[in-house]
C-alpha cells in the first residue's frame, strides 16, 4: 500500500513466514513497486532503526512478552525513540483484567504476572497503561477510545482461557523544542 515497513521478531520461522506472506500478497496484486519490507531479527527494546524516523509504531503483542517492568519499558522508550513527533502508536497489548483483582503481580513487579502461562508477562491496567505510556512521550489519540477485548462481564463465569486485551491508538507528543524548530 506505498509503505515502507520494518518488521522485528525474535523468531526466525515468523519472519519467514512475514517474508514469504509478503511475495505472496504482492504476486497476487502484482504489484511490485508499492512500499518495502524490511524483517529484523531483533529484540523489542532494540529496534534497528535511527531516531525519528517512523510515523507509525504498531505494538501488536508484543510488550506483554515483557519479563519485567524494566524490558517493558525500555521497549517502549525505544518505539518512542523511532518515531517521530506526531507519529502515531497502535497498541495490542493484555489487560490487567484478565485476572481477578486479588491476584498478586511477581514480587516487586507492578504490571508482571505469571498466572497465565507459567512465565512473567505484563498486564496492565489501564490507567498503567496510560501512564507508561505518557513517560515516553505517547499520548491517547483523541476521540479514539482504549478497547478492552474478552472481559468478562461482572457476574459471568469465566467463559475463556485467553487473555483480555488492550487496543489503542496513541500519538507521539511533541516536545517543547520539537514544536518550537517546526519538526513533523
Known amino acids: 500500500m506505498g509503505w515502507n515497513v520494518v518488521g522485528t521478531d525474535l523468531s526466525w520461522p515468523m519472519l519467514c513466514a512475514a517474508a514469504e506472506r509478503a511475495r505472496e500478497t504482492r504476486g497476487a496484486r ?60 497502535f497498541v495490542f497489548t493484555f489487560s490487567r483484567n484478565t485476572f481477578p483483582p486479588e491476584t498478586e503481580p511477581v514480587r516487586g513487579e507492578p504490571f508482571v504476572f505469571t498466572q497465565f502461562s507459567g512465565e512473567p508477562q505484563c498486564f496492565l491496567s489501564e490507567v498503567q497503561l496510560v501512564a507508561e505510556l505518557g513517560l515516553a512521550g505517547f499520548v491517547p489519540e483523541p476521540g479514539v477510545p482504549i478497547r478492552e477485548y474478552n472481559r468478562p462481564q461482572p457476574g459471568s463465569a469465566c467463559s475463556g482461557t485467553g487473555p483480555v486485551i488492550y487496543e489503542g491508538v496513541f500519538r507521539r507528543a511533541f516536545t517543547p523544542s520539537e514544536s518550537s524548530s517546526g519538526a513533523s
Open 30 to 89: 502484482g504489484d511490485r513497486s508499492a512500499g518495502r519490507l524490511d524483517l529484523a531479527l531483533a529484540p523489542m527494546e532494540r529496534i534497528p532503526a535511527r531516531d525519528r524516523s517512523f510515523d507509525l509504531v504498531i505494538a501488536h503483542g508484543i510488550w506483554n512478552l515483557a519479563r519485567s517492568a524494566a524490558q517493558f519499558r525500555q521497549a517502549v522508550g525505544e518505539a518512542a525513540r523511532v518515531a517521530k513527533p506526531g507519529a502515531g502508536l
